[in-house]
């Protein structure tokens, strides 16, 4: 029996060890960030220049665009991946004149890369967020900064009490932009690391059912940001003891790198890590139910 708790202890640390695993095989290659991340970093942008043809086409839509982000924080290679062929160059001439504050790891800088989508559309969709909505989703990213930074830390009151706020906060803003949604998405997802850290399994899965609720309507099974909120419900349901849920789950998050892998074939190597540090935590799920079968066959 002690041999199958200490099983148990090495399968449920996940969290901080293939975060670690990860950093260290990454080295100089670039980490991926999101979306909502990456904007985190953002220290100065150019607004795009609607271009006067595609004006007077009512071209409109959102430009989809990979980019590597060096240890400078200088945007040093763009890709376009989505968009109106027509608002494309206008899209990568702004990206250009991007600057970042770097990214680290483990207190290093490092290369990063995400894809960012610019919008160009002629006319308000809606009648647009009200002073109060923008007032209250600007005070989101210090509190997500906060919160990510207990959860770094493995301080579990101060990251249940900032990643709440940051929840809160996203859930007041409302519905403003896609990538304010998937602020929320990371707000569910962070909200439930804490609650698992806390020990508190039933409400930290309630979390993670939303971010990935979050994930199926704002994002597609080609992006590799759609995985993590399956990856992260799958660590609270082995937590729980589903051992089949989170199989299927984990599922979920591996061939949807496969299919990031096959999107974005230039994304490989870094995409490829993570789907090999999640294979190895599935593996080790299931290895753990086979443990617990033969256990209970022998108690027998």
Not at 11 to 27: D, K, Q, Y
Not at 80 to 107: C, E, H, I, Y
Not at 287 to 300: A, C, G, I, P, V
């Amino acid at each position: 029996m002690k041999k199958i708790l200490k099983h148990k202890k090495n399968l449920f640390r996940v969290s901080t060890l293939l975060l670690i695993a990860m950093a260290s095989a990454a080295a100089q290659t670039p980490i991926n960030v999101d979306a909502a991340e990456a904007r985190k970093h953002l220290a100065a942008h150019a607004d795009p220049v609607y271009p006067a043809i595609a004006k007077a086409a009512r071209v409109q839509g959102e430009i989809g665009i990979t980019v590597i982000i060096d240890g400078t924080g200088q945007v040093v290679s763009e890709k376009v991946v989505s968009g109106p062929p027509m608002l494309r160059q206008a899209a990568l001439d702004a990206l250009k004149k991007w600057r970042f504050t770097p990214f680290q790891v483990n207190g290093a800088t490092t290369p990063a890369t995400t894809t960012l989508t610019i919008p160009f559309y002629l006319e308000k969709r809606d009648d647009g967020p009200t002073p109060d909505q923008e007032k209250t989703a600007q005070t989101w990213f210090p509190l997500s900064d906060k919160c990510r930074g207990a959860l770094k830390a493995q301080n579990v009151q101060d990251a249940l009490g900032y990643c709440k706020q940051a929840l809160d906060v996203a859930l007041r803003a409302g519905d403003l932009t896609s990538s304010d949604q998937l602020a929320l998405l990371e707000s569910h997802q962070s909200y439930g690391h804490a609650l698992l850290a806390s020990g508190r399994l039933q409400e930290s899965l309630a979390e993670e059912d939303k971010a990935v609720d979050a994930a199926k309507a704002h994002l597609s099974g080609t992006d590799q940001e759609y995985a993590m909120p399956f990856y992260w419900r799958a660590i609270a349901e082995a937590q729980l003891g589903q051992v089949d849920t989170a199989s299927a789950d984990f599922d979920i998050a591996e061939e949807t790198h496969r299919n990031a892998i096959a999107h974005l074939p230039e994304m490989k190597k870094i995409y490829g890590q993570y789907l090999a540090a999640i294979l190895k935590q599935h593996a080790a799920l299931l290895d753990q139910r086979t443990t617990d079968q033969e256990s209970r066959h022998y108690l027998r």
